[in-house]
Structure formats: C-alpha cells, structure tokens
C-alpha cells in the first residue's frame, strides 16, 4: 500500500527570495531546533548547464528516520540517508527538488517532490510551493503486518515537518527581504 498526499502553500514573498531561502534553511543556525530531524546536509554536485541556464544540484541529507520509535527499533537504525536532486531554470523562474531515501528502502520507501513557481495571480510578488510526497511499506518487510499504521504515523510525521519546513522559509524570506531594504532585524 502507498500514502501519498500533496499540498500547495503560497508564499508572499517573490520567487528568487523564496528559492533564495530554500538554499539556506538546512544551513540557518535558527533553523537547527525547528528542523531538529535533519542532521546532516552535504553538497554532492552542483553544474550550470550555460547553454540552457538551469543549474542541476544533489545534495545527499541525513536524518532521524521518520515513523515511530518501535520500527526503528525493528528497523535497527534510526538514521535515513537520502538524495535531494535540485534543478533550478531561473529562464522559466522554477525550482523543482526531488528527494528520496537511500538507506531503509529494504522496508519504506519514501519520494518527496516540491516545486517553487511564480504564483499567476501576482507572479512578481508571491511564489506558490507544490509538494507531493509518497510512503510505502514493502510488503514483504518485517512491518507488513502493521505496514498501514506505520505509513500513516510516516505521513503524520512527514506532514508536521513540512510546517515547520516553511515556518523556517518564512522567517528566512523575512529576513532578506529586510536585509535587502537595509533593515536589521
């Protein structure tokens, strides 16, 4: 069986503030309690393709593996690696990031698709954020029995961080924008 859900946040703030934060919400030192789940962010690659403009990113992300405290016990981890693949097209002005896990893939699956687009009611000022996000239990893991129950106490979870996910973004986005006016905060 696979959870899936998506959700859709508009940000008041333009899209290059709002890619801007995104780059930096792992590396905020104010971020550090809010996203206390992510425990490590490392840049694997990063190129400019110059003829079409989009710059293509992976990161590779550790963090505390999501779901309740008795699978991982089951699990005997209870760290996640995972690939985040980046592709920004300032042309189009879009941001789109991939990320799924590496590691526990024996047992869950999980594949997290956000994407930043210039909002069309007011595309100078506002960026709408898209995401979608996937959790399966493999069927023939230690879980399968309680593989329902597991998937969604993983979309709970997943669904608590999004928040706090943009809780950051918008203080970030506040804070350039008000270092672009010169203001301190």
């Known amino acids: 069986m696979v959870r899936a859900y998506s959700q859709e946040h508009t940000y008041k703030h333009p899209w290059e503030r709002v890619t801007a934060a995104s780059w ?9 309690s809010t996203l206390s789940h992510i425990l490590e962010v490392d840049t694997l690659s990063r190129k400019l393709d110059r003829s079409s403009g989009k710059l293509y990113t992976s990161r590779a992300i550790t963090i505390h593996a999501p779901g309740p405290w008795f699978v991982r016990k089951i699990v005997g981890q209870d760290i996640c690696h995972c690939i985040e693949s980046t592709v920004v097209d300032a042309k189009s002005r879009s941001m789109q990031i991939a990320t799924r896990n590496i590691s526990l893939d024996k047992f869950i699956e999980v594949e997290e698709k956000i994407r930043y ?32 129950k597991v998937e969604q106490r993983c979309v709970d979870k997943f669904q608590l961080n999004s928040v706090k996910g943009r809780e950051v973004m918008e203080r970030i986005c506040n804070f350039l924008e008000a270092e672009s006016t010169g203001i301190s905060l």
């Open 117 to 148: 687009d210039p909002h069309p009611e007011n595309p100078k000022g506002w960026t709408v954020c898209s995401q979608e996000t996937s959790i399966r239990i493999k069927p023939f893991s230690a879980l399968a029995s309680m593989a329902e």
């Open 24 to 32: 930096r919400k792992f590396a905020d030192p104010e971020s550090k």
